[in-house]
């Protein structure tokens, strides 16, 4: 069982900047991926960005070149780090991670994103 911590959601006004943290309570090396979700009333939830082991990363074309997906592996922690928000960006952001030996997936509880001026 592993349990995802998240938090740094907030409000923030278009342009501004945010970061996401994501704690994970087993070893990041047993991830196979970390993975940051959005989702917003009466929409699907949508990937914005993965890492995977190897350290390779996607992003969503929405958010490429604003978002950064990282990992601080001491930490067992993932992050998203958010510049140049858009008011499109609101949503509530949620970490998943899979394992690797399992690929069995986990969610965090979410963390609320607004981007309002």
């Known amino acids: 069982q592993v349990q995802l911590v998240e938090s740094g959601g907030g409000l923030v006004q278009p342009g501004g900047s945010l970061r996401l943290s994501c704690a994970a309570s087993?070893?990041?090396?047993?991830?196979?991926?970390m993975g940051w979700y959005r989702q917003v009333p009466g929409k699907r939830r949508e990937l914005v960005a993965v890492i995977t082991r190897g350290g390779g990363t996607n992003y969503a074309d929405s958010v490429k070149g604003r978002f950064t997906i990282s990992t601080d592996n001491a930490k067992n922690t993932v992050y998203l780090q958010m510049i140049s928000l858009k008011l499109e960006d609101t949503a509530v952001y949620y970490c998943?991670?899979?394992?690797?030996?399992?690929?069995?997936?986990?969610w965090g509880q979410g963390t609320q994103v607004t981007v309002s001026s």
């Open positions: 998943k991670v899979i394992l690797l030996n399992s690929r069995a997936e986990y």
């Open positions: 087993g070893s990041i090396f047993s991830f196979y991926s």
